[in-house]
């Protein structure tokens, strides 16, 4: 969207901001506004982070069978969707450390945005982290003898 040559990506921003697709308003929160742009990293309707706008956008998804996916918006094909799209994943079976600096090497191999590999790297951790089993809480030990004693007698 933002390769058009006689229309600068600031007016389209400007034109598009108050309503699109992916605009999310709340009223309780002060009137936040979120969005829901699979491209946009931190889910915030600003300038920067949207990514139907930005020529190169990164998006970080968790993938079908455990893992992360790191999908980049390519430059050519900006009218093909289809097309439009590259897609990168790491399977649940490697570690946080090989997904996180695999993000970072992909992103700056491709001249995609250095604003974004922080958040970007935040976000698959959050995505690991959410993947992972819950543990189950260990039973509360009795503190002192007086509630030892108590136990005891019930």
Do not use: C
Not at 25 to 40: H, M, T
Not at 127 to 137: A, E, F, V
Request: net charge positive; proline share 5%; charged share 30%.
């Amino acid at each position: 969207m933002a390769d058009h040559t006689n229309v600068s990506a600031d007016l389209i921003w400007e034109l598009v901001r108050p309503n699109n697709s992916y605009l999310v308003k709340r009223k309780s929160g002060g009137g936040a506004q979120f969005s829901k742009d699979p491209l946009n990293l931190v889910n915030k309707h600003s300038r920067k982070y949207d990514g139907f706008l930005n020529e190169k956008a990164v998006g970080i998804h968790p993938a079908e069978k455990g893992g992360v996916t790191l999908t980049t918006k390519k430059t050519k094909h900006h009218n093909r969707p289809a097309a439009n799209k590259n897609e990168v994943t790491w399977g649940a079976n490697k570690s946080g450390p090989k997904i996180y600096k695999g993000i970072v090497n992909y992103t700056a191999k491709q001249h995609y945005r250095a604003d974004l590999r922080q958040e970007a790297v935040a976000r698959a951790s959050a995505i690991r982290k959410s993947q992972l089993p819950k543990k189950d809480r260990p039973e509360k030990k009795l503190r002192g003898s007086k509630a030892k004693a108590a136990a005891e007698k019930d």
